[in-house]
């Protein structure tokens, strides 16, 4: 079956640090993977996407890599903001095209000044 | 163009009781989905609407939840009787169908926190 694993949270970190949050997936065939973003009081929001092996997503500084050979699909910014602190949630959704979505836990980031 | 809006934002209530959350998809969307994050774990899926008809309904969690979605607009989740691991946050999103049978991105809602006592 499908499922994703993320790294447990809560994340907190200083402004302009390095951000990385694990994510692994299990999935038959070839599946989309995403990184969702709710910020506080607000919907979750698409930040990135991959549709397939060793495709970069990228967007607001944000990138993931999609790893098949690791299952994986990190999240990483190179220098994180306060207005990044929210909560980011890791998801795939299989190659039958629907809209279903598999997601992770989630992982609430805090960035301090 | 107004996003996907839930109502209420907030619902608490008493085990045994009934709560009804109702979903605005954007106007035109003919993909109207209901999903839930339980407990801070992962947001499940719970079913699909294309229009007015439950396209997939596998991942409603039992007979107590029920969805409509009359008309093919706005959809209701009504939870009947509550019970305390129904506590969570329900989110909604919609999509349009694209040309070839893919669907395009989903816009989600900003959820609903039922809490049930």
């Known amino acids: 079956g499908n499922s994703v694993t993320q790294m447990e949270g809560p994340v907190t970190l200083s402004e302009e640090a390095f951000l990385t949050i694990n994510c692994t997936y299990t999935?038959?065939?070839?599946?989309?993977l995403f990184w969702y973003v709710q910020y506080p009081g607000e919907g979750l929001q698409l930040l990135l996407k991959a549709t397939k092996a060793d495709d970069k997503g990228s967007n607001k500084g944000f990138e993931a890599t999609y790893r098949k050979e690791t299952t994986s699909f990190h999240l990483e910014k190179g220098s994180v903001q306060v207005s990044d602190s929210a909560v980011y949630f890791c998801a795939l959704s299989d190659q039958t095209g629907a809209n279903n979505l598999f997601f992770g836990t989630g992982t609430r980031l805090t960035v301090i000044p | 163009e107004a996003g996907v809006t839930q109502f209420p934002s907030h619902s608490v209530i008493e085990k045994g009781q009934t709560v009804t959350l109702r979903c605005d998809p954007i106007?035109?969307?003919?993909?109207l989905y209901w999903y839930r994050r339980v407990m801070g774990k992962e947001i499940k899926f719970l079913l699909h609407f294309v229009k007015e008809s439950k396209q997939d309904e596998s991942g409603m969690p039992n007979n107590r939840f029920l969805a409509e979605r009359t008309g093919g607009t706005y959809s209701t989740l009504k939870v009947q009787p509550a019970e305390l691991e129904d506590s969570g946050v329900y989110f909604c999103a919609s999509s349009q169908d694209r040309a070839g049978g893919r669907r395009e991105k989903l816009f989600f809602g900003s959820g609903t926190q039922l809490s049930v006592l």
């Open positions: 106007s035109g969307h003919d993909n």
């Open positions: 999935a038959t065939g070839y599946p989309s």
